[in-house]
């Protein structure tokens, strides 16, 4: 397999052997007159060098280095693109390559502290085909020594596993079509997760046919053939912890089918398994921290492409249900990989907290929010509001659509089947979404993101490429969750 997964975090390092420069943070330029960290002269220096309305950091000198150390300004601020994640990776970006020992000077909480951590690490992401390990000391990095005595070491960690999480989600959306097949992904998934041990079934070839129609009609046209992929994180035997499942759609690439897409829309379809990489990073953070969580990973993955195999528009086929679902566009394949897939996780006999879906599904949802803001669906307000509340502290934000009943009767056909896309041109998002709902139980509580899973501009710690959007929002949902059951 060419692709593997690089557990080293680079940007940061341990206080040890080479000596680090200062690099002092404050919230307030007019603080420096007052701190005791340097000498009146080098306030003089910074004064008369170093103003907020044109620079976000100055240097002072110092006998013993050639470069003295750094002061900085950051600003606390939960607007997204302005937050302390994003002046960390432009402030990474600015410095001079040295080694950086950070000391927060002015008033910062533990959760500003570790904001700028994550900032400062997410500005090091580098999708390589070949992941080599390198030595972080050769470059800039940041010493977090001083850090260790104020954050707690779990806090620490939390912040690491979500940055490997992000990194990995990022890798698997980068991941070119004929590398990241459905065969080979289920391969990377058994060889990512083999440090934590979960159960981990895998349904392919007769087996998947017979049990999940729908997942079997999207990828049956594909040299690719489709698999689900179960896989079980227990924290106990003994089920005193919330039971939550989370599911991803894994459309490895999508021509659109019969249906086909015109070239310029096909070019970025290798980022449609995009729900199923966010899903796999939420997974790889909480078992990283062992959070205290009973977790369930569903991973419908298949190839949409176009042979005498594909499925045709106004094919009616039968779901793992039993619900009758007429074909409306070949192009429209996720939600039937999700219906699946949500009839599936919910037969168990052990009955989950909530379920929670990633899939990058409609382009309506992109016209409705843009790129940048995933769509939010939801049966049970206050599973939407802890996400809608988690996704504003966290700086990764979701938008509320609703699941707007009327419309359901765009998806009822004369033959008894539901359709798959509705009747109107209009509302495709929220179509979707109703689509999805009729496989949920009537006591299951449920949430649906719609999410764009790339980014399409770059800017420091966000390059252009794929992005695990929602991802930090969940972790940290699911573990307060966690901490109150």
């Known amino acids: 397999m060419v692709y ?34 340097i000498s009146e002269k080098q306030k003089k220096f910074l004064n008369t060098s170093f103003s907020l309305e044109t620079q ?17 300004i950051i600003k606390k601020s939960q607007e997204p693109k302005k937050s302390l994640i994003d002046q960390a990776a432009k402030l990474s970006q600015k410095l001079p390559k040295k080694k950086w020992s950070v000391q927060f000077v002015d008033e910062f909480e533990n959760f500003d502290k570790l904001s700028f951590i994550l900032g400062w690490g997410l500005a090091f992401y580098n999708f390589s085909m070949e992941k080599k390990i390198k030595n972080s000391h050769s470059k800039q990095s940041l010493c977090l ?29 980068n991941l070119p079509p004929n590398i990241l097949t459905p ?60 039971n939550i499942v989370l599911i991803g759609k894994g459309v490895t690439f999508d021509s659109g ?3 086909i897409k015109p070239s310029n829309s096909m070019l970025l379809m290798k980022k449609d398994m995009g729900g199923s990489a966010v899903v796999l990073g939420i997974a790889y953070a909480l078992m990283s921290i062992n959070c205290n969580v009973n977790l369930r990973v569903i991973l419908p993955i298949a190839e949409n492409s176009v042979s005498e195999k594909s499925m045709r528009p106004l094919d009616i086929v039968y779901s793992r249900n039993q619900t009758l679902v007429e074909i409306g566009n070949t192009d429209a394949e996720g939600r039937l990989l999700l219906a699946d897939a949500l009839t599936y996780c919910q037969e168990s006999k052990v009955k989950s907290d909530f379920i929670i879906d990633f899939a990058t599904l409609t382009g309506a949802a992109r016209v409705a929010l843009g790129t940048e803001l995933p769509a939010l669906f939801t049966n049970n307000d206050n599973l939407g509001e802890s996400i809608i509340n988690e996704g504003i502290k966290q700086i990764d934000p979701m938008w ?30 929220i179509t979707a979404a109703l689509f ?13 993101v719609d999410l764009m899973a790339w980014n399409t501009s770059s800017r420091p710690g966000f390059p252009v490429g794929g992005e695990a959007m929602g991802l930090r929002n969940i972790v940290n949902m699911i573990i307060k969750y966690c901490s109150k059951s």
């Open 4 to 37: 593997n997964f690089n557990e080293i975090l680079n940007g940061f390092c341990e206080n040890r052997k080479i000596k680090s420069i200062p690099l002092y943070l404050f919230n307030d330029i007019k603080s420096l007159s007052s701190t005791k960290l």
């Open 56 to 72: 976000h950091f100055g240097f002072f000198p110092n006998e013993e280095f050639a470069l003295g150390g750094a002061i900085a």
């Open 145 to 173: 020594s001083q850090c260790r005595k104020e954050i707690s070491k779990s806090s620490l960690e939390k912040c690491f596993a979500e940055m490997q999480g992000i990194f990995l989600a990022r890798d698997l959306i």
């Open 183 to 242: 065969l080979n992904y289920e391969k990377i998934i058994k060889k990512l997760f083999k440090k934590s041990s979960p159960i981990i079934l895998t349904y392919k070839g007769k087996q998947l046919e017979k049990n999940f129609p729908l997942i079997d009609i999207v990828g049956r046209s594909s040299e690719n053939k489709p698999v689900l992929i179960d896989l079980q994180w227990n924290k106990n035997k003994k089920n005193n912890y919330p």
């Open 257 to 259: 089918g019969l249906d």
């Open 400 to 429: 509320k659509l609703p699941l707007f009943s009327p419309y359901n009767e765009q998806l009822d056909k004369n033959n008894n089947a539901i359709s798959s896309t509705g009747s109107s041109g209009t509302g495709g998002a």
């Open 436 to 448: 999805l709902n009729r496989f949920i139980y009537k006591n299951t509580k449920w949430a649906h």
